[in-house]
């Protein structure tokens, strides 16, 4: 599919276009900076004339103000006519590269999935179903919260009574959307369908259903009954079938009725007690910190290293929720073990000699923060927070 053509002077004499963010379906997402609010904005660029798929889009986000989901700031035309929407840019990668992975540390994909189910309650409590929920349409923040986007699928309620195409991607499409049979009081339970899916995926490393053509893939959906989840992930508990199994029910009338619900079986779901790998050289900065964190996160489970290859031996032998390094090991540095650490969990780095330099290193390996040492109690425990805290059991 090719790029589209760049309108070369600001949109609306505010908006300068500047590199691709992505695309989709529909259109192509670039990086632009608002010169009346001096920030940065993702602008949609459709590559289709109908100006008016494009403000019902931007009238759908607008109504929803939550955050986890994506804000709309405007809607237009280009010089040539072409449709855009103006909305937040998300400093972060979407879900796709973290699905990818193996699951180890799930107590922060948890967390995702806590943020996603909340947008989703938004958007229906809006009267609207998103209608394509998947990792490319959930981008994390530069806080790890995940932000719903791409509403070029979203419909009222009253709307599924005009489907008349099948539309959506087929490996979290609901059969009734793959049969066009979408009854409209039950339109939200696609969205439950999706984050069924989405949520084997996460937890699992696979997906309930894998086929290599989009037709096969939906008579998967249509006929084959969904997997337990925990055949993959049995550390999980009875929760996570339940929950899974609730969102992925054939017939929209025995699926999961809400958002809340959904989310009422998520917060049940108890993976091992949150567990955090603490590198450093110093013997007594490493029995200070632990008997702090685990004051500030009971239960938390600290495993220390004093070096690279320890840490290194300590990943390959168990899963971690969080990384907390020093800088500068015995051999060798922080750099060298987030090229694996960071890929396992969120990877936090120590230091009071490193800066600027030695962040813009850590940094592209997927490290979340460089705390200067000495650090502050109250500023470990935020960064660590979203990584180690469990919710509640309902």
Not at 178 to 207: C, I, K, N
Not at 280 to 305: K, M, S, W, Y
Request: neutral net charge; contains cysteine; aromatic residues 6%.
């Amino acid at each position: 599919m090719s790029e589209i053509e760049l309108p070369s002077a600001p949109l609306e004499g505010r908006y300068v276009l500047g590199r691709p963010l992505g695309r989709g379906a529909y259109g192509q997402v670039v990086e632009a900076h608002d010169r009346v609010l001096a920030r940065k904005v993702a602008v949609k660029l459709y590559d289709h004339p109908d100006a008016g798929a494009a403000l019902r889009e931007a009238r759908a986000m607008a109504i929803v103000d939550h955050p986890n989901v994506v804000r709309v700031h405007g809607a237009g035309l280009t010089p040539r006519g072409a449709p855009y929407v103006v909305m937040d840019h998300v400093d972060g990668p979407d879900l796709r590269a973290l699905a990818a992975r193996a699951p180890r540390g799930r107590g922060e994909r948890i967390g995702i999935l806590r943020g996603i189910l909340d947008g989703l309650e938004a958007i229906h409590d809006a009267g609207l179903t998103h209608g394509d929920v998947k990792p490319a349409n959930v981008l994390l923040d530069h806080d790890g919260r995940p932000r719903l986007t791409d509403f070029g699928l979203v419909q009222r309620a009253s709307d599924w009574t005009s489907q008349k195409r099948v539309a959506g991607s087929p490996a979290y499409m609901a059969p009734e959307r793959a049969t066009v049979r979408v009854e409209p009081a039950l339109a939200s339970r696609v969205d439950l369908y999706a984050f069924g899916v989405l949520t084997f995926q996460l937890l699992t490393g696979a997906l309930p259903f894998d086929a290599a053509e989009r037709d096969a893939m939906v008579r998967e959906h249509l006929f084959r009954p969904a997997p337990r989840p925990t055949l993959l992930a049995p550390d999980l508990g009875p929760a996570l079938d339940a929950l899974v199994l609730g969102c992925l029910a054939k017939d929209p009338r025995q699926r999961l009725p809400t958002a809340a619900q959904a989310r009422t079986l998520l917060d049940r779901i108890a993976p091992h007690p949150a567990r955090l790998l603490l590198v450093d050289d110093d013997e007594d900065f490493r029995a200070v910190t632990r008997r702090f964190l685990e004051r500030a996160f009971p239960g938390l489970d600290v495993v220390e290293a004093g070096s690279v290859q320890a840490a290194r031996s300590a990943l390959a032998e168990t899963s971690f929720d969080a990384i907390l390094s020093d800088f500068s090991l015995p051999d060798g540095t922080a750099e060298g073990l987030a090229r694996i650490g960071a890929k396992q969990a969120p990877f936090f780095v120590m230091s009071g000699i490193a800066g600027p330099p030695q962040w813009s290193t850590l940094a592209p390996l997927g490290a979340r923060n460089l705390l200067p040492k000495p650090v502050s109690p109250s500023a470990l425990v935020d960064q660590l927070r979203s990584a180690l805290v469990r919710p509640a059991a309902a």
